[in-house]
């Protein structure tokens, strides 16, 4: 289904994982794909990938915790394809480095708050605009169901997600008056590769995993939730943050 013909994605963190599916997934669905990524291999695969099925994709190398790679990386994608409509704040992560509040590093906490929650506040700050001119649009953030429940040993992810969270509700009330919907997925545990080694490591993270209700989702199942938020079958949804969790939040 062509439900995003005519429109142009920015999808951040786009070189593996869940980004990779949804730029893929975005670009079946008829939309021009700016495919953003601090790995420069990673990237021009997920854009190799997008022309090799007959899409339009660009590379935009990114960190997106830097306001001058955001900037760049906006202004690159409205020049290549003469707007913006659509904004997936993807990247993020974390790593073996969390923990508990007590033994957590500083350097982790302001490593992850960086990337994650000032990486996505960024990634609005100079997108937004682009989409006022565009007529509206659709900004999709990611959270985690970790900001939605007690999980131990995650202090500084759980921290950075949650402020996702929030940040997204407040937007969709700043900007239901340009028509731009804001939205943020949380997903559990998804079998992208980086989780795949952290589920070898983390004993919290298994436990976690072993509550799923309906099995541990791949990242096509987040990607298939980030598609229908930024299509217009999902006009009059926005401020919410939607869980793709196997029922782990309910469990």
């Known amino acids: 289904m062509n439900t995003l013909i005519d429109k142009v994605a920015l999808i951040t963190g786009s070189g593996s994982g869940i980004g990779r599916s949804a730029a893929i997934l975005f670009s079946q669905a008829g939309a021009k794909i700016s495919v953003a990524d601090v790995n420069a291999e990673h990237g021009a695969t997920t854009v190799n ?67 994650d929650l000032y990486g996505t506040f960024l990634g609005c700050k100079y997108a937004i605009p682009e989409l006022i001119k565009a007529g509206g649009g659709s900004v999709i953030n990611m959270s985690s169901n970790q900001a939605l429940m007690g999980v131990a040993g995650r202090i500084c992810y759980t921290a950075a997600k949650g402020g996702i969270a929030s940040m997204t509700r407040a937007m969709a009330v700043e900007y239901g008056g340009h028509k731009i919907r ?23 993270i298994q436990k976690q995993a072993e509550r799923h209700l309906v099995g541990l989702a791949e990242p096509e199942d987040v990607a298939n939730l980030a598609l229908y938020l930024a299509s217009d079958q999902s006009a009059l949804i926005t401020g919410q943050v939607i869980s793709v969790d196997s029922g782990v939040t309910i469990s």
């Not at 830097?66 to 707007?83: C, D, L, Q």
């Not at 943020?184 to 795949?196: C, D």
């Open 49 to 115: 990938l997008i022309e090799a099925n007959g899409g339009q994709a660009i590379f935009v190398e990114c960190d997106v915790s830097k306001p001058e790679n955001v900037r760049s990386m906006i202004s690159t994608t409205v020049k290549a394809f003469g707007g913006l409509n659509i904004l997936y704040n993807n990247a993020g992560g974390s790593t073996m480095m969390d923990g508990r509040v007590t033994e957590a590093p500083d350097e982790e906490f302001w490593r992850v708050i960086g990337l």
């Open 182 to 204: 804001v939205n943020a997925i949380a997903p559990s545990v998804t079998l992208t590769e980086r989780v795949k080694k952290l589920l070898e490591q983390s004993t919290e």
